[in-house]
């Protein structure tokens, strides 16, 4: 099975803007989460998705947002960029049942 | 409220054995994860307990007793390629989900 895609790798913005992130779970993977991560800091949980809806949602502002498609593709978006947004946003796909979450490779967003 | 706590950083010798432990404060939980994080790279799912007691995979184990309200991730033989970051997370009753801040495991030579 091909691993959790997420698209674009990189991305560099300034203040302001607004951005999209996009995320493929693994195929049979109905649930996808998002994270934001900073360097040297933990995970923060942003939002999890399950068949379309959302199950779970994080401490953060409004100007983060998500959704999830019928093909459990999930995208994420933040508007109003402000500098402390950049970081290395992770989608997780979550196999149900054992509850493991399959990390993709990260968006790495940079604001200017 | 729900948390997690780890050590935020453990150190010890190749070929030496390390303990990570994830203790919390409330009960009500499914299971209980483990990853690992290199620099630069994103998590990979290491270990699961749904239930008290060890899982073994290879080097790596995983304990958890609900009754203690805490969990370890064991590395054994440790090399340096395990140098990184170890974190533990739960999936409440409510599926919120629960991470550590992560442990930061330096292996000297």
């Known amino acids: 099975k091909a691993g959790v895609t997420q698209t674009p790798r990189y991305l560099i913005k300034t203040r302001g803007q607004q951005v999209t992130l996009s995320c493929s779970p693994i195929?049979?993977?109905?649930?996808v989460s998002w994270y934001q991560q900073t360097p040297g800091q933990g995970l923060q949980f942003l939002f999890e998705?399950?068949?379309?809806?959302?199950?779970n949602k994080g401490n953060f502002p409004g100007r983060f947002s998500g959704r999830q498609f019928s093909n459990s593709r999930s995208e994420m978006n933040v508007s109003t960029l402000e500098l402390g947004d950049s970081a290395l946003y992770l989608c997780?796909?979550?196999?149900?049942?054992?509850?493991?979450?399959?990390f993709g490779p990260g968006t790495r967003l940079t604001v200017l | 409220g729900q948390s997690l706590e780890q050590p935020s950083e453990v150190t010890a010798v190749e070929g030496a054995i390390v303990q990570i432990n994830c203790t919390y404060q409330?009960?009500?939980?499914?299971?209980l994860s483990w990853y690992q994080q290199h620099d630069g790279g994103a998590p990979t799912f290491l270990s699961y307990?749904?239930l008290d007691g060890l899982e073994e995979t290879g080097r790596f184990s995983s304990f958890l007793s609900r009754s203690d309200s805490y969990g370890y991730l064991l590395l054994q033989e440790l090399q340096m390629k395990d140098s990184a970051s170890y974190f533990c997370?739960?999936?409440?009753?409510?599926?919120?989900?629960?991470w550590g801040a992560g442990t930061k495991l330096i292996i000297k030579p």
């Open positions: 409330t009960s009500g939980f499914y299971g």
């Open positions: 307990n749904a």
């Open positions: 997370a739960v999936r409440w009753s409510n599926y919120q989900l629960i």
């Open positions: 195929s049979g993977h109905r649930s």
């Open positions: 997780a796909s979550v196999q149900e049942g054992r509850d493991t979450q399959y």
């Open positions: 998705y399950f068949s379309e809806t959302q199950r």
